[in-house]
């Protein structure tokens, strides 16, 4: 049973630095995938950042330069570190896991989701 547990999120100030973490257990070699999300009041999930089993990442624009996703395959922990943070990334962060060969930023094709860590980013 593959269990995701986010953790690192809080409140900070604009311009600041968050690093959050995702302990992954369960998984298995069907998993391709691995990203991040976020969703806000009112809006849809976003996907943030993604990165495959080869080490590959993928962004969302407006994170690009700010935020760096990375996993330690030993310890099974997937981060992300957020510098930089602004008032619209605060939202609800979620990580999540595929076993879709296309590493991407669609929620829908992500299998495995953690219950989320909550960022607050306050002008």
């Known amino acids: 049973q593959v269990k995701l547990v986010e953790s690192g999120g809080g409140s900070v100030q604009v311009g600041g630095s968050l690093r959050l973490s995702c302990a992954a257990s369960g998984l298995t070699n069907s998993v391709h995938c691995m990203g991040w999300f976020r969703q806000a009041p009112g809006k849809e999930r976003e996907g943030v950042a993604a990165i495959d089993s080869a080490g590959d990442t993928n962004y969302v624009d407006s994170v690009k330069g700010r935020f760096t996703i990375s996993k330690d395959n030993v310890k099974n922990i997937l981060y992300l570190q957020m510098n930089r943070l602004k008032p619209e990334d605060t939202a609800m962060y979620y990580c999540?896991?595929?076993?879709?060969?296309?590493?991407?930023?669609?929620?829908?094709?992500?299998?495995?989701w953690g219950q989320g860590t909550q960022v607050t980013v306050s002008s």
């Open positions: 999540a896991a595929s076993e879709s060969p296309f590493c991407n930023l669609s929620p829908s094709k992500y299998n495995y």
